[in-house]
């Protein structure tokens, strides 16, 4: 879990930096955002994104190329398989 994994870190003494990978209601770091999702579903028993659909809200200004980078993230790299 990310969590422990700082903690670990700081209880080592080390310095911990956080990093959110949202700033204002848009995507900064897309990498880190999947890190985040995949440990996030990956924690939910008997979940299998291959056969559940997601409904994603965005907020009309997002621009095309984070939309598309998101889809990336739900679609290719979780494997949802139909967005609603």
Not at 6 to 18: T, W
Request: glycine share 4%.
């Amino acid at each position: 879990m990310i969590g422990n994994k700082i903690l670990e870190e700081y209880e080592k003494g080390n310095s911990v930096i956080l990093n959110q990978p949202m700033a204002r209601g848009l995507l900064h770091d897309s990498d880190l955002q999947e890190v985040i999702l995949l440990d996030t579903f990956s924690k939910i028993k008997k979940f299998d994104a291959s056969i559940s659909s997601l409904s994603l809200t965005l907020p009309p200004v997002v621009p095309e190329m984070v939309q598309q980078r998101l889809a990336e993230m739900f679609f290719e790299d979780i494997g949802f398989d139909a967005l609603c």
